[in-house]
């Protein structure tokens, strides 16, 4: 169930002392996409000055246990279990959601915790996510918004681009990543209403691929960096989100080269080189990749990485959630398809089934059938295509499904 509302979780946070209000400095972040990718390089730079920092994310891809990362660690079994025992015990049976839960339980652990800051990644949208009930955050950020859960934020980009802003607290200074025009001006708005002094791609700063690196400037100065770790030609624009971040917090080159080497972020154009799947995909040479993007965006951000890489046909195994504009996605990724191969997501009630996955990819002019699983199809597509690249994609449920049988 999801449904957006703040009232449940400021009463059940009173009832539990309101711990969100004794968690260290919070940076917060929001987006459509990118938001974990920005976060992960704002995470490197920051601990690469020896700072604790809490970090909060979602969905999880393997376990349960990455959604709250203490001082640097991944909660324990122990904790996670007491406090969201706390939780449930405090709440006494009153509705509640799923992530109302495990944010209330997050905000117990961070706030029993030390650390120097807390980086907290909304849900979903922002304005009425249960991560939004942080009075004075230190800083906030928003990633690219674009088209995405309509059912819940709106069906334009000005609408979604104003839950998003929704983050925005008085006084309190906001980065914001590259946006489209029709975005940036609801987040303009509301930050000149809210007094916010924004930090805003474009404007106040640059990021781009130059000579093999990364060339970030802004009012203070430029930065000449390695290219970010993590793969793909978007992931420029969010290390630029996230040096903009550091630069913010008075940090330097030190902490801005460690955010962009040393950033890990997994199922994002993530290669796979361990487990049965990578293993029958090697035995006919066949190099296997696993990204969790599943919007039109995310499609682009996949296709444009794709060929940036060497070239060599790359042929798909997709399976995605019947939440989501499949056709949008299927047309983004068209361009670089040698195949896809479409397959259902074992254990969600939303997956879209795989005939309705392989329809939609064949409209959208991709060579497409469809098989039972992902070992099936990943067996299949490395027989018939030796020393290919296959990629499997369109989900982040699929993703974890995958990281979980093959990590």
């Not at 919070?26 to 992960?40: F, P």
């Amino acid at each position: 169930m999801i449904d957006l509302s703040l009232d449940r979780m400021v009463a059940l946070l009173a009832d539990l002392g309101d711990p969100q209000r004794a968690v260290p400095p919070v940076i917060h972040i929001a987006g459509t996409n990118g938001k974990g990718s920005t976060q992960a390089m704002i995470r490197a730079g920051l601990e690469s000055a020896g700072l604790r920092v809490h970090a909060y994310t979602s969905p999880h891809l393997a376990r349960f246990n990455e959604r709250i990362r203490l001082a640097g660690t991944l909660i324990s079994d122990a904790m996670l279990a007491e406090t969201l025992a706390e939780v449930e015990a405090v709440n006494a049976g009153r509705p509640i959601t799923f992530f109302e839960v495990t944010t209330a339980a997050a905000f117990l652990a961070f706030a029993r915790t030390p650390a120097d800051y807390t980086l907290l990644e909304v849900g979903l949208g922002g304005r009425l996510d249960a991560t939004n009930v942080i009075d004075r955050p230190r800083l906030c950020a928003i990633t690219p918004v674009s088209i995405d859960h309509t059912q819940y934020l709106g069906e334009t980009l000005p609408e979604i681009a104003g839950e998003k802003a929704g983050i925005l607290k008085r006084g309190v200074p906001c980065v914001v990543g590259p946006q489209q025009d029709d975005a940036l001006v609801v987040i303009e708005a509301r930050a000149a209403r809210l007094g916010c002094r924004l930090s805003v791609a474009g404007q106040h700063w640059t990021a781009a691929a130059e000579d093999g690196g990364l060339v970030f400037q802004d009012e203070r100065g430029l930065l000449d960096l390695p290219r970010p770790v993590l793969p793909g030609p978007h992931q420029i624009d969010n290390a630029g989100t996230a040096l903009a971040c550091l630069r913010e917090l008075g940090f330097g080159q030190a902490e801005a080269a460690a955010a962009v080497t040393r950033a890990e972020w997994p199922a994002r154009m993530q290669r796979l080189t361990r487990g049965p799947l990578a293993q029958s995909a090697a035995a006919q040479g066949c190099d296997l990749w696993l990204d969790g993007g599943h919007n039109p965006a995310g499609g682009r951000a996949v296709a444009a990485t794709l060929a940036a890489m060497p070239r060599r046909p790359t042929h798909l195994v997709c399976g995605m959630l019947n939440t989501k504009d499949v056709a949008g996605y299927m047309q983004a990724l068209a361009p670089v398809a040698a195949s896809l191969t479409a397959v259902p997501i074992p254990g969600e009630a939303n997956t879209l089934p795989a005939e309705v996955t392989q329809a939609a990819a064949a409209a959208a002019g991709i060579d497409a059938t469809a098989a039972p699983d992902v070992g099936d199809a990943v067996a299949r597509l490395a027989a018939a295509h030796p020393g290919a690249r296959l990629l499997i994609c369109g989900s982040l449920y699929l993703a974890g499904r995958v990281l979980r049988e093959n990590g």
